[in-house]
């Protein structure tokens, strides 16, 4: 078992603003630039299985040849699109949970190894403080947009301190980052495991 979880792949989430007219011009390209690092960097690519900021993210992670997964908030395929008005392009698989938005964005971070933030709006702040409460390492993309400059408000008044938030502007460096932040924790918890006997 501790074999199997050091070889699997890491996943890493994307969280962004679905409706993206606030982001400024750069965050289409730094989008899809996280994604083709998400690829490139040899992990994989979850998201909310939405529009905007994410799915840019997912084109990058295609157009690199990565494995973007998405986790939609439909208990069905014909909900995802006829009631959600989500797509289901450039996702090679979309888990259908059930649980509209709030509980879809739980299992969505809890299914991610690591969270990547973009351009946002308030579901963002909402996956950003799971994420945050779960102990996950975080990323934060600087850019054209005030996300960045609204989670760091949240973290001077939130009084917690957290060493597995860090923020970068190059979608390259932060990848990197956030995926030594992953292999810090897995370390960490291989070195405290305490293997199971099987009984016979």
């Not at 059930?98 to 879809?104: E, I, L, M, S, Y």
């Amino acid at each position: 078992m501790e074999l199997l979880e050091q070889g699997q792949k890491i996943k890493l989430g994307v969280s962004g603003a679905a409706e993206t007219g606030h982001c400024g011009i750069d965050a289409y390209e730094k989008g899809m630039e996280l994604g083709r690092q998400i690829a490139a960097q040899g992990a994989i690519l979850l998201t909310g299985a939405t529009t905007g900021f994410p799915m840019w993210s997912a084109m990058g992670t295609k157009e690199a040849n990565g494995i973007s997964i998405g986790v939609s908030p439909a208990n069905s395929e014909k909900e995802h699109i006829e009631t959600y008005n989500l797509p289901l392009e450039y996702m090679d698989l979309i888990l259908y949970t059930g649980f509209g938005f709030p509980g879809r964005d739980i299992i969505f971070t809890h299914s991610s190894d690591g969270m990547l933030f973009g351009c946002g709006r308030i579901g963002t702040v909402h996956e950003f403080t799971v994420a945050f409460e779960d102990g996950k390492p975080i990323g934060i993309l600087e850019g054209s947009w005030d996300t960045d400059e609204v989670i760091k408000d949240i973290l001077a008044n939130g009084h917690r301190p957290n060493d597995n938030i860090v923020f970068d502007s190059d979608p390259k460096i932060l990848v990197e980052k956030v995926l030594e932040l992953v292999k810090k924790n897995r370390a960490a918890r291989s070195a405290t495991h305490i293997p199971v006997t099987a009984q016979v």
